[in-house]
């Protein structure tokens, strides 16, 4: 008979923000963007896992990866930034990336208004449309 252990909602889970569901991102972003949460310091808000690592963790190549973490840095959602490693026989290489989280709040600010922008130039483009009818240009 199997036995089945209680769950800890703090030990074996982590929160997505609900309104990342609100950003438009690709499935692939949120996959992405869920397993950095996951593994995010939760005191600096910061990891530094390979495009492998992710990778391995979500399902998909590096290049694949890579596109997404680009699509989190465009939509203000976290930030990257290149590290360095020293071999053991002195020589200077490129490491992982360090990820910093940012505030979501920052990017649905930034998602509103970019909408509103596109509503104000759409209404801008109205007007000139009706003023140009009018003058019969």
Request: hydrophobic letters at 30%.
């Amino acid at each position: 008979m199997r036995t089945w252990t209680k769950r800890d909602p703090v030990k074996n889970y982590f929160p997505l923000p609900n309104e990342i569901y609100q950003l438009g991102l690709s499935h692939g972003a949120i996959a992405v963007y869920g397993y950095l949460l996951r593994i995010e310091d939760r005191r600096t808000y910061q990891c530094h896992p390979s495009y492998a690592t992710i990778g391995k963790a979500v399902g998909m190549s590096n290049n694949t990866v890579r596109k997404y973490v680009q699509e989190l840095e465009e939509r203000g959602l976290i930030r990257t930034e290149r590290t360095s490693i020293i071999t053991r026989d002195g020589r200077k290489q490129n490491g992982s990336l360090l990820y910093t989280i940012l505030p979501i709040q920052f990017s649905i600010d930034q998602f509103y208004q970019r909408q509103m922008d596109a509503v104000d130039r759409a209404k801008e483009r109205q007007r000139v449309a009706r003023r140009m009818e009018r003058t019969g240009v």
